[in-house]
């Protein structure tokens, strides 16, 4: 039997934003597309309100999907197009840096206790689950106590809790450092599980010398360095500036003007050795470090290859663990909880990087008195055969003063222009040897 043709055929209504020639209206397309992707654009980012659309690859997927049986040529770059479009209609003022909550994957948490399931837009959301019944983390706890010592693992939960925050109000790196084999990086894999693509993984080095590197940390709550290198940092002011950021910052991107950006990252380190610098001998930049050892391993230890996935499992109840650390650093004003053995950490970094320290403590060179002087050069050449008689290569005559003068309050010296006679020393110090005899000195 033949086809009636005059039988009527149904016809798939033309999308909306189609018009009679065919062509693509913009605007439309892009009021339709953001009903079903409510987003926000803000300085060219897209947003959601599970935070940061880190690939707009998805995006564009999708739209090359809906106008691929409209469109025949130029696809891509109409594509692209569109997306621009949908940008422009989403253009939105700068989103609040929350700091009296932490969106979560299904809700918000709220610092003074109580919880909500409605989401708003954000700059972070977590991707973990708030659930106060929650199993106590058995298993992560039981590794804590292997990888460190009972009074240092309270700082550790504080800055966990402070990762969840995005606030830079206790001015700290968390630096962690062992011999190797303790297990450190699941340290760093454990962030990951509780923040998401919220945390990069990169080189402290990188942000000191890459200038576009700030870029990549915009945004974010954490960058975690999980294989630390020995080398010293050749500068430290980016790195130092970040730790206590609290306000916009210059960032610069490839090809793209530098803008005032919103950093508030902090940042955890992991390595054999701790963090030094090759020139800044400053208080400032060790007193920015939480130096945290970790115990000799267990010779007897059997490494489980599914350790991770284990604490992976128990990351709801690992998040109210890092949120008691952050309630009681918060309570204690953005105070850590330093341990006696933490202390002693920093101490034996700023020894171990600035062999001034040392010969300031040292003995039978100067004596630290009250009512007593000395010249400069007089100081710098007992300092240099202390250097020559202890195998240590003595730094310039430069940043030897600039030591002394920057740590007067410390020593209990002061500087003047007017020491015996005209010249240039300190007033409370005198040197106990003469640097001329004995040894020949070779600086």
């Not at 208080?283 to 489980?304: A, K, M, S």
């Amino acid at each position: 039997m033949q086809d009636n043709p005059n039988t009527f055929q149904e016809t798939i209504p033309s999308p909306v934003w189609l018009d009679y020639k065919g062509r693509i209206n913009e605007a439309t397309f892009a009021s339709v597309f953001l009903k079903t992707h409510p987003m926000k654009c803000i300085q060219g980012r897209l947003f959601t309100v599970d935070g940061l659309v880190e690939d707009e690859t998805a995006l564009l997927s999708e739209i090359f999907e809906m106008i691929s049986g409209h469109v025949t040529t130029h696809l891509a770059k109409k594509t692209n197009q569109l997306l621009e479009a949908v940008k422009l209609l989403c253009h939105s003022p700068q989103l609040p840096v929350d700091t009296d909550r932490i969106h979560m994957a299904n809700g918000t948490y709220y610092l003074d206790g109580h919880f909500e399931s409605a989401k708003d837009f954000c700059l972070n959301r977590l991707p973990v689950a708030y659930h106060p019944e929650a199993a106590k983390p058995v298993r992560w706890l039981s590794f804590l106590d292997q990888l460190l010592m009972p009074e240092d693992i309270p700082a550790l939960q504080e800055y966990f809790g402070y990762a969840l925050l995005p606030v830079t109000k206790a001015q700290k790196m968390l630096l962690l450092v062992g011999k190797g084999g303790e297990g450190k990086s699941r340290i760093g894999l454990v962030f990951r599980s509780l923040l998401g693509q919220n945390m990069n993984t990169g080189s402290l080095q990188k942000v000191e010398t890459d200038r576009f590197a700030r870029a990549d940390l915009e945004y974010k709550l954490l960058m975690v360095d999980d294989d630390m290198k020995m080398d010293a940092l050749t500068q430290t002011h980016h790195l130092k500036t970040m730790v206590t950021l609290e306000d916009r910052i210059d960032i610069e991107r490839k090809g793209v003007q530098s803008t005032q950006g919103v950093l508030y990252v902090r940042f955890a380190a992991f390595g054999n050795g701790g963090l030094h610098a090759l020139y800044d001998r400053s208080n400032g930049f060790y007193r920015r470090q939480l130096l945290i050892t970790t115990r000799e391993p267990d010779p007897g230890r059997v490494d489980d290859p599914y350790l991770i996935e284990k604490l992976r499992n128990e990351k709801e109840g690992i998040l109210l663990w890092a949120l008691e650390g952050l309630h009681r650093l918060i309570d204690h004003q953005y105070r850590f909880t330093i341990s006696a053995r933490m202390e002693q950490n920093l101490l034996d970094a700023v020894e171990e990087s600035n062999n001034l320290v040392q010969f300031m403590e040292s003995s039978g060179y100067i004596k630290l008195e009250k009512g007593t002087c000395a010249k400069s050069i007089q100081l710098y050449k007992v300092y240099a055969r202390w250097c020559y008689d202890n195998l240590e290569k003595p730094l310039s005559q430069k940043t030897f003063i600039q030591f002394l003068r920057q740590n007067e309050g410390v020593y209990g010296i002061t500087y003047s222009k007017h020491v015996l006679g005209d010249q240039r020393g300190f007033h409370g110090i005198f040197v106990q040897v003469d640097p001329e005899k004995e040894t020949q000195l070779h600086f």
